[in-house]
T-cell receptor, first 112, second 115 residues
Framework: SQKIEQNSEALNIQEGKTATLTCNYT??????LQWYRQDPGRGPVFLLL?????KEKRKERLKVTFDTTLKQSLFHITASQPADSATYLC???????????FGSGTRLSIRP | GAVVSQHPSWVICKSGTSVKIECRSL??????MFWYRQFPKQSLMLMAT?????????EQGVEKDKFLINHASLTLSTLTVTSAHPEDSSFYIC???????????FGDGTRLSIL
């Protein structure tokens, strides 16, 4: 069955360092992959989308890579700040894009 | 842009009550809307996908007679939890998508508590 795994349930990073979150998947050939941020009691907020033919995407302090051979995406936040503390979800969609499947999320905490 | 409004944000009601949740895309027309359920510290579980003017597609294990979805226009979808019971208590979130291959934009969820 299709499976999405995010590397750890929680990640604790010192402010200013780069936070790296991992998303691995099996039994799936996604056409594109997305990353979302979710704060407690709120709906997810879209951050970045990367397609299967793209290796890397950047947006301000965020960077996403997509390796379809390794079946893995890495999500980086550079110069991390306490305000970056949240749960980050990866999500995959196939070419029909009729729906997306979410990973369980990684709870990121940035300590001052 | 791409704002989705979900209402109400929280509901507390007695067992047996039916509860309607609205999801509106405020500044765009959504070809597809999705309904999710989320338990504490867990990810989003897709309940159903709805396209304007057609019947919703429910995920396996989701009772369509229990969770009624209506998608009357390109900017409004509703989820009605019929005869709700305590086990239906959860965080329900909707999302709207402009088109195939586009990101989903989420509402802020509805916390439903059934006493």
């Amino acid at each position: 069955s299709q499976k999405i795994e995010q590397n750890s349930e929680a990640l604790n990073i010192q402010e200013g360092k780069t936070a790296t979150l991992t998303c691995n998947y099996t039994n799936y050939s996604p056409a594109y992959l997305q990353w979302y941020r979710q704060d407690p009691g709120r709906g997810p907020v879209f951050l970045l989308l990367i397609r299967e033919n793209e290796k890397e995407k950047r947006k301000e302090r965020l960077k996403v890579t997509f390796d379809t051979t390794l079946k893995q995406s890495l999500f980086h936040i550079t110069a991390s700040q306490p305000a970056d503390s949240a749960t980050y979800l990866c999500a995959l969609a196939d070419s029909s894009a009729s729906k997306i499947i979410f990973g369980s999320g990684t709870r990121l905490s940035i300590r001052p | 842009g791409a704002v989705v409004s979900q209402h109400p944000s929280w509901v507390i009601c007695k067992s047996g009550t039916s509860v309607k949740i609205e999801c509106r895309s405020l500044d765009f027309q959504a070809t597809t809307m999705f309904w999710y359920r989320q338990f504490p510290k867990q990810s989003l579980m897709l309940m159903a996908t709805s396209n304007e003017g057609s019947k919703a597609t429910y995920e396996q294990g989701v009772e369509k007679d229990k969770f009624l979805i209506n998608h009357a226009s390109l900017t409004l979808s509703t989820l009605t939890v019929t005869s709700a019971h305590p086990e239906d208590s959860s965080f329900y979130i909707c999302s709207a998508q402009l088109g195939v291959g586009q990101p989903q934009h989420f509402g802020d969820g509805t916390r439903l508590s059934i006493l």
